[in-house]
């Protein structure tokens, strides 16, 4: 369950960056 878990939220995590550098170049860098 933790490596899913892990899997997840690094997925989300690289989805999120990707769309915040897309709408927001600088704040996507900072993620």
């Known amino acids: 369950m ?3 878990d892990d899997a ?3 997925n989300a995590r690289v989805v ?3 769309f ?3 709408l927001a170049p600088t704040e996507g ?3």
């Open 20 to 22: 915040a550098s897309r």
């Open 8 to 10: 997840f939220f690094l």
């Open 29 to 31: 860098e900072l993620i």
């Open 2 to 4: 933790d490596v899913n």
């Open 16 to 18: 999120l960056g990707f």
